[in-house]
């Protein structure tokens, strides 16, 4: 045996153990140091939460005077094509919003971040700067804020708002 | 000269190449199709994302790393690479292309950092894996080749179990209430199916544990006589061709199937070493 094949042996065992290590909630946080470049790959689909919600974004602004307009849709994608089997490309923004959303909501469990500390992470500024942008201010608005709507059903849609940003700057 | 064992792992590099060539099309069309989301406005903008802890690109580098035109660039790279593993015969450009599509899924990965999926992920485990095979054939090392197919067939085992594993852990799944609570959704679900489900309470119980337990299963794969192991790799192909139509899951065909070939192969040095053949 060639001492490359020893090495590329070693590499892919390796890379398995550790593949199946990573698998655990107890090893990830050690191994996601090291996977920036997801070379380790998480293997458990829709478990052990499947996604049973979708998530949409919605903006409201503030006048100089305090008042508040109405919430405003946030478009972030559009609805699944028929021939989504074969060619479906709105799956990466749903899953961009879906994988933020998610991201937000375990910061907010965390001792070191929790809600004071939210608004300095990269989800949440992604998806103010996002909301920020996609919906066109309000003359004299000074202030907006953003918030995450759940939903279920297709025809009969159930709502729920699980997250409310504060007010910020529209300048 | 070929031996008989490089002939069996050249057939399995060729149809693992092609469903990796369509993959690779496929994902770089529909990111194409997504560069809105790169742009000053978009989901995935460069003046947020280069926030991000533990970036080492120095920031000059990086500036340039994260531009909408590398990104195009990168994405064009891989169409131009499946284009070349579509040939349908082990050739030249089988290395150096598959490890063209290896480094454009960790840019993306890097690049896109929210966004990715499953497919995504064994799209980097095939193109790793074809690009040790056809290191092997070039240099004509058999042991070289034999660690390519470990690296998929491996992983493939994994991601079933591991699929199946977390699902069982899970009372949503245990219970039956995962299947209808996708299917409700309009990311990921389907009205014909959300309806038929809904009063089909038994009906989402068994197919929940009928996942449950194929996903857990799927490594006795490699132990299975030639004919069974085939015919289940063909009932898994339908499971990811029926979350293509139901889910819009479309681009998990393509690479899951790619495996495939490694894990018949991997099947074969199983009940050989074992002695059942």
């Known amino acids: 045996m060639s001492w490359v094949s020893i090495l590329l042996y070693s590499t892919v065992t390796l890379w398995l153990a550790i593949t199946l290590l990573a698998q655990h909630s107890r090893f990830q946080s050690v191994i996601n140091r090291f996977n920036g470049l997801h070379v380790i790959p998480r293997w458990t689909f829709f478990a052990p939460n499947p996604g049973v919600r979708d998530y949409h974004l919605v903006i409201r602004e503030r006048y100089r005077d305090g008042r508040l307009t109405d919430w405003r849709s946030v478009p972030v994608y559009p609805p699944r094509p028929k021939l989504a089997y074969v060619w479906n490309p709105q799956k990466r923004a749903s899953k961009i919003l879906t994988d933020a959303i998610q991201a937000i909501k375990l910061l907010l469990k965390r001792d070191d971040v929790g809600p004071s500390g939210l608004p300095f992470t990269v989800p949440y500024l992604l998806l103010l700067h996002y909301a920020a942008h996609a919906v066109p201010a309000e003359p004299d608005a000074v202030e907006f804020q953003f918030a995450i709507i759940e939903a279920t059903g297709h025809f009969e849609r159930e709502l729920e708002c699980s997250f409310l940003s504060s007010f910020h700057s529209r300048w | ?277």
């Open chain 2, 1 to 277: 000269m070929v031996t008989e064992g490089m002939a069996d792992i050249a057939l399995c590099l060729v149809i693992t190449k092609t469903l990796l060539g369509a993959w690779a099309l496929l994902s770089a069309a529909e990111w194409l199709a997504n560069l809105h989301l790169f742009r000053s406005n978009g989901l995935l903008t460069r003046s947020i994302l280069r926030l991000r802890p533990r970036l080492v690109i120095p920031a000059s580098i990086r500036h340039h790393m994260h531009a909408e035109s590398t990104v195009i660039a990168v994405l064009i790279c891989r169409i131009v690479a499946g284009l070349f593993l579509l040939i349908p015969y082990p050739n030249p450009a089988d290395l150096p292309c598959s490890l063209l599509i290896l480094l454009s899924c960790f840019y993306m990965s890097r690049r896109t950092w929210f966004g990715g999926d499953g497919s995504d992920q064994m799209g980097m485990v095939v193109a790793a894996g074809v690009a040790i095979i056809s290191a092997g054939l070039v240099l004509d090392d058999m042991n070289v080749t034999a660690s390519g197919v470990l690296a998929i067939s491996g992983q493939a085992v994994l991601a079933y179990f591991v699929a199946g594993a977390a699902k069982v852990a899970s009372p949503v799944w245990r219970e039956g209430n995962a299947l209808p609570g996708v299917m409700k959704t309009r990311t990921y679900g389907h009205p014909f199916a959300a309806s038929f489900a809904a009063e089909r309470p038994a009906f989402c119980k068994f197919v929940c544990w009928l996942t449950i337990g194929t996903e857990m299963l799927f490594p006795l794969v490699l132990l299975a006589p030639p004919g069974l192991a085939i015919a289940s790799l063909c009932c898994f192909a339908l499971f990811h061709f029926s979350n293509a139509y139901f889910m819009g899951l479309n681009a998990f065909v393509w690479p899951f199937l790619a495996t495939y070939p490694a894990v018949m192969l991997a099947n074969s040095a199983v009940r050989n070493w074992i002695g059942w053949i």
